[in-house]
């Protein structure tokens, strides 16, 4: 081989590895201030969870963009997307009488429907949790406060009106992480059965948004 094809050689293999040491810059957290940008509120209490330990939180959330920022999620059919609202509108009529139930229906609907949008399943929430938190940081934080709430105990009869409020705070948060998943072009809503059953419907949604 003559000393101009070994030169050649060098240089492409040299090429190649600069090339791949571009993509990697530039398809990796940017350090401290992509990962803020990109996880928003969820990266200042990973850092809390942490004590303060900001190298320790962000080698956390660069794992989990590693695992799960190529994930590409898939479109709702609108018959799938009118069905998800109808089960989110049943979850918050439900809020008056069961507050419970309500925020149990409202953490299985966001499981069902992450998983339908290519995450993965929830019935592993930690890993379907750190998929979200990569692609909806913002608002993933509602989906962890349902998951709770519905997973926690009830409390004492005396504790029933601040469990309930968290409880409302909570299905409110989450709804911010239900708009994200719908995605874009929502279908039609569906339409109350009377005018008693919209006028209970608004009442519904003034409540869990005042608190009243």
């Known amino acids: 081989m003559s000393t101009g094809v070994i030169i050649a050689l060098i240089v492409v293999g040299v090429a190649v590895v600069v090339a791949a040491g571009l993509f990697a810059a530039r398809t990796a957290p940017r350090g401290g201030r992509g990962?803020?940008?990109?996880?928003?509120p969820e990266y200042e209490r990973v850092v809390a969870r942490h004590d303060g330990d900001t190298k320790a939180a962000e080698r956390e959330l660069a794992e989990r963009v590693r695992q799960h920022?190529?994930?590409?999620?898939h479109p709702l059919e609108p018959a799938a997307r009118e069905r998800y609202e109808a089960r989110w509108a049943d979850a918050q009529e439900r809020f008056v009488e069961s507050p419970q139930d309500a925020v149990a229906e409202?953490?299985?609907?966001?499981?069902?429907?992450?998983?339908e949008r290519g995450f993965p399943d929830g019935g592993q929430y930690e890993e379907q949790?750190?998929?979200?938190?990569?692609?909806?940081?913002?608002h993933v934080h509602g989906?962890?406060?349902?998951?709770?709430?519905?997973?926690?105990r009830t409390g004492r009869a005396e504790e029933s009106r601040a469990g309930t409020e968290e409880l409302r705070a909570a299905m409110v948060e989450a709804r911010a992480l239900f708009g994200d998943l719908l995605g874009p072009g929502r279908g039609p809503r569906r339409r109350p059965e009377d005018p008693a059953a919209h006028k209970r419907h608004g009442a519904l949604k003034g409540r869990l948004a005042k608190g009243s």
């Open 129 to 138: 949790f750190a998929a979200l938190s990569v692609h909806h940081g913002p």
């Open 69 to 73: 920022g190529s994930l590409r999620t």
């Open 35 to 40: 990962l803020r940008r990109r996880f928003g």
């Open 106 to 115: 409202a953490d299985l609907v966001l499981a069902d429907l992450a998983r």
């Open 143 to 152: 989906y962890r406060r349902v998951h709770r709430a519905a997973h926690a």
